[in-house]
């Protein structure tokens, strides 16, 4: 649905964004996660049509935004970082001037404003002016207007900046309400909003994209290691140098003696050598007991860290 292509832009010496590709299928939900500064306005904006690019192209559903932008935004519903609304109007006044200005027909407007006002939880505020609304409630209102017009493709640019923790969960809810029909490309620095609510994400540092891939699979792809917890009801030192006579285990450490009983051990091994039925047997050819064993999962914002710190880890 979109194909970003050896895309560069810059501003004067200022490069904002340094040969990035990446593509968005049709019906995903993806996040574009990078620190302040890494390029993601600047890239959402040349994709909305606002911005023109020093190089490369951007295809929405086939339509390059250089030859046929018209095409492009009337696919686009855009969310910029501060909500496009105009104080002084009502929320469905407002809606309806959105309406016209997306040239959506007359005869059907009022039924877009009740769709959009329904989608978004808007309905006990539809008289109300704009400037009396919560921070929370001109969000929604600003995710009314992408909406309108029922465009295939909504951009969200860090839409939830600036939100309170119920606001910013309320709105989170929202945007994963919009999943399935919709393809959505949503901006963001904050890890766990793109891993709770996106299918896949894209990382960008520096104007330049570091990878793509799936929460899950970019977590498991990065980790240099297996990480292992293992509580056992047995003697702490002797425990240790058995897990240690293992091939492939690395480190060793006790992490607690629960209430429970036995002892917590932390044990990193090599990634292509599993240590775990190894462990077992160990154990249990000593006739201590078992209590648990759990794999540890390097969490995306490890995985965002290595990458966002070393220059040049593009995966
Ligand atoms: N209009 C502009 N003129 C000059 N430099 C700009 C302009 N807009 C952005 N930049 C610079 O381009 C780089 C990328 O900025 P951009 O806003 O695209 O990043 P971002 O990832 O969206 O960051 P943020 O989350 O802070 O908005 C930054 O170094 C920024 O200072």
Redesign the pocket.
Known sequence: MISVEELTKN??P?R??DNASFSVQAGETVGFL??????????MRIMTGLFTPSSGDIKVDGYSILSNPLEVKQRIGYLP?SAPVYLDMTVEGYLRFVCEIKKVPPRQRSEQIDKVVAECGLESVRTRTARKLSKGYRQRLGLAQALVGDPPVIIL??PTVGLDPTQTFEFRKLIQGLKGNRTVIL?S?ILPEVSMICDRVVI?SK?KILAQDSPEALAQRLQSHSEFLLTVDGPEQEITADLESLQGIRDIRTVHHPVSGGVQFRVVADLENDPRDRMVRKILEKNHRLLELSVVTAGLEDVFLNLVTEEGGAV
């Open positions: 501003y004067g200022v904002a964004v990078g620190p302040n500064g890494a390029g993601k306005t600047t890239t970082e640019d860090e901006s620095h960008i104007g």
